[in-house]
């Protein structure tokens, strides 16, 4: 199994009054996206934030992007996709699902939403209970299987900046409690806080990608007979450094991250899976 993962891609509408803004932000997007697609994969995910505002028109325009190639995507719900939309008006546009989980051969893929609608104040993480429960439902169907999580928000106090108010999935929810269910191999993946970072906690792994706009680039999973590869994929075509900057000088609701590669330690990892703990419940 191979997976393609993207960080916070804050596709965003412009003022097409500015000169050469037009310009770059399709040089920017359609390069970006184009190299996204381009790399051979079971499935492209993307972490939240697809858009800037979730407005229809963001969303249509980035879908017709990724459209252009015959790709199963999957888009996990940001705080940003659902600025100016509620979730039913998002999901019916995108054609996505809320949360969902995928049960192969190779491992357990669970698709969160962690995401609160139509609040520019608390841009923080949020889970109600029916979904929880739903989750601790998944972790243990997973039996020993590996255990791939994937949502918007960081789990509290786990990889950088986590620790930080409306930077995780809120405090007062006790994700430990479901995760420490799990019987082997658990990773977790998540954007939000526009950082890489790299984490182990018990039998969990958390990779945290950094936003697009930011540190150009993508993350590719891949299973061994022995281990999860998970690797960092730089961009460096000159139409994406390029024209970053510019983009950076028009955005409203996105603050350019100068940190965002982290350390080389925070980019890359490979998850054994011949030694396992057990859960700790």
Avoid at 131 to 160: C, D, I
Avoid at 261 to 271: A, L, N, Q
Wanted: contains cysteine.
């Amino acid at each position: 199994m191979k997976l393609v993962l993207m960080g916070d891609l804050h596709y965003h509408e412009i003022d097409h009054s500015i000169l050469g803004l037009p310009e770059a932000r399709t040089a920017f997007y359609h390069t970006l996206l184009e190299r996204f697609l381009d790399i051979n994969a079971d499935l492209h995910i993307s972490l939240g934030d697809l858009t800037n505002l979730g407005s229809s028109l963001e969303l249509q325009e980035v879908y017709e992007l990724l459209r252009l190639k015959d790709r199963a995507f999957i888009h996990v719900l940001g705080n940003h996709d659902l600025y100016t939309q509620t979730r039913r008006e998002v999901l019916e546009i995108t054609g996505q699902q809320r949360y969902h989980a995928m049960d192969t051969e190779t491992a357990m893929l669970v698709f969160l939403d962690t995401a609160k609608e139509l609040d520019f104040e608390d841009w923080g993480g949020w889970i109600d209970d029916e979904q929880l429960q739903w989750l601790e439902r998944m972790v243990e169907a997973s039996g020993s299987k590996p255990l791939l999580v994937f949502g918007h928000h960081p789990v509290y106090n786990t990889t950088a900046r986590s620790e930080k108010d409306k930077g995780s999935i809120h405090p007062s929810i006790d994700m430990w409690r479901i995760l420490n269910r799990k019987n082997g191999v658990g990773i977790y993946f998540n954007g939000h806080t526009h950082v890489d970072s790299i984490i182990t906690q018990n039998n969990w792994t958390f990779v945290q990608l950094s936003a697009c706009l930011d540190q150009h680039g993508f993350r590719m999973l891949e299973f061994t007979d022995n281990e999860i590869r998970i690797s960092a994929i730089d961009i460096a075509d000159e139409d994406v450094q390029k024209h970053a900057s510019m983009l950076h000088q028009h955005m409203k609701h996105f603050k350019p991250n100068p940190d965002a590669r982290g350390m080389d330690s925070d980019r890359e990892i490979m998850v054994s899976l011949l030694k396992t703990e057990q859960p700790q419940i």
